[in-house]
Nanobody, 114 residues
Framework: VQLQASGGGLVQAGGSLRLSCRASGINFRLFPIGWYRQAPGKQRELVADIGSDGNTNYAEFAKDRFAISRDNVYRTVYLQMNSLKPEDTAVYYC?????????WGRGTLVTVSS
């Protein structure tokens, strides 16, 4: 199982970014996928996840600003992030749970300048 996250970068406060997470090695359409983030000195936290049925779940800070979606043809989950704030600065990771364990992508750095 491999997850490849991309799309991070440097953006000004109020800007937008779209992250992508492409999966291989699994029957992608059957699995929920989650986006997490870890800021310097903080624990990793859930941002949003999306089920195999398309149902979504968001952390409180992500509601109304972020949107998670999936494309089962391209085996990719997206995280559209709008109205970014400096406190959104973190490494963003995607995760899938299968075969009794969690698989994490390498992470993509998002830096929001004030």
């Amino acid at each position: 199982v491999q997850l490849q996250a991309s799309g991070g970068g440097l953006v000004q406060a109020g800007g937008s970014l779209r992250l992508s997470c492409r999966a291989s090695g699994i029957n992608f359409r059957l699995f929920p996928i989650g986006w997490y983030r870890q800021a310097p000195g903080k624990q990793r936290e859930l941002v949003a996840d999306i089920g195999s049925d398309g149902n979504t779940n968001y952390a409180e800070f992500a509601k109304d600003r972020f949107a998670i979606s999936r494309d089962n043809v391209y085996r990719t989950v997206y995280l559209q992030m709008n109205s970014l704030k400096p406190e959104d600065t973190a490494v963003y990771y995607c995760k899938v749970t299968t075969r009794g364990r969690d698989f994490w992508g390498r992470g993509t750095l998002v830096t929001v300048s004030s």
